[in-house]
């Protein structure tokens, strides 16, 4: 029997459009996930700014599509530290312009936390809204997985969440960078994209003990293997994709990361 498939990362919300498919984005303080188009999630932590919520507010834009009429949604703040006062207004003024937008596709969302002021503020927000859709509050994860119908995934999307908040701030940076920008852009791109100087970026990851260029080959891994899996591409042609100068370098990069081959990773996933 062949697995179901996993969550795989993509570079922007567009994609959640496509054909119905596990998928994540990843910004710099939330992820936001999608489940065969019937459940939305949305993963949060640290301290969001009001850039942060301009993502956040596109983000909530895709559960607006009649597309995703009738979808739950799990809201997790277990990992957010505190609110930004002008953030949080602001992700209020959008939630009450585009609440008769989003509220009707939504059966029903639940909001997980873990108690303490930050999650109360964002809790009572919920309240004040008083949107169209029940919402119920949570502070244990296999019920607010069971409430929206996401219990089969629960497990995976805990890897997904340890794995992001698990990774230092600088790094997530980097790699939502990667996900952004194209297969071949330089470092200075990429410098830009996270607001640093080329020298200062290095400095941070080398503390961290990673660097660009390690950044740079498990991004291009992660893509291969998404494209191992869900296309027919050869190796010169996802080499080709994700940046890397040949298919033996490709092979290389996968035996040095993942102690594996690309071919292995092809059958594997697909049973």
Do not use: K
């Not at 597309?67 to 990992?79: K, M, N, P, V, Y």
């Not at 505190?82 to 959008?94: G, I, M, P, T």
């Not at 293997?225 to 490709?250: F, K, M, N, P, Y």
Request: with cysteine; proline share 5%; hydrophobic share 45%.
């Amino acid at each position: 029997m062949t697995a179901p498939p996993t969550f795989v990362a993509v570079s922007d919300l567009s994609s959640f459009f496509g054909p119905p498919a596990r998928r994540y984005v990843v910004r710099r303080s939330f992820a936001y996930w999608q489940l065969d188009r019937r459940v939305f999630g949305s993963i949060l932590w640290g301290r969001p700014d009001e850039s942060d919520v301009d993502e956040m507010c596109e983000a909530h834009e895709v559960g607006a599509d009649a597309l995703f009429r009738g979808h739950t949604s799990l809201i997790d703040l277990r990992g957010l530290e505190a609110v930004d006062l002008l953030a949080f207004e602001r992700l209020l003024a959008y939630l009450q312009s585009r609440r008769d937008a989003w509220s009707p596709n939504v059966a029903r969302q639940a909001v997980l936390h873990r108690g303490g002021l930050a999650h109360a503020t964002v809790v009572g927000m919920f309240q004040f809204l008083s949107p169209g859709h029940p919402v119920v509050f949570f502070d244990d994860p296999p019920l607010a997985y069971e409430a929206v119908g996401a219990s089969e995934v629960r497990g995976e999307l805990e890897a997904l969440r340890a794995g992001l908040l698990g990774a230092p701030e600088i790094v997530r940076r980097v790699r939502a960078a990667f996900d952004a920008l194209p297969a071949r852009a330089g470092p200075e791109a990429v410098a830009r994209h996270v607001g640093m100087s080329v020298r200062s970026l290095q400095r941070h990851l080398t503390a961290l003990g990673s660097s660009l260029r390690r950044e740079r080959q498990l991004h291009a891994i992660r893509t291969s293997e998404r494209l191992l899996e869900a296309t027919e591409l050869d190796l010169d042609a996802i080499a080709a994709r994700v940046g890397v100068s040949s298919a033996s370098h490709l092979v290389t990069l996968f035996r040095q990361h993942r102690g594996t081959t690309p071919g292995a990773v092809r059958e594997r996933r697909r049973g």
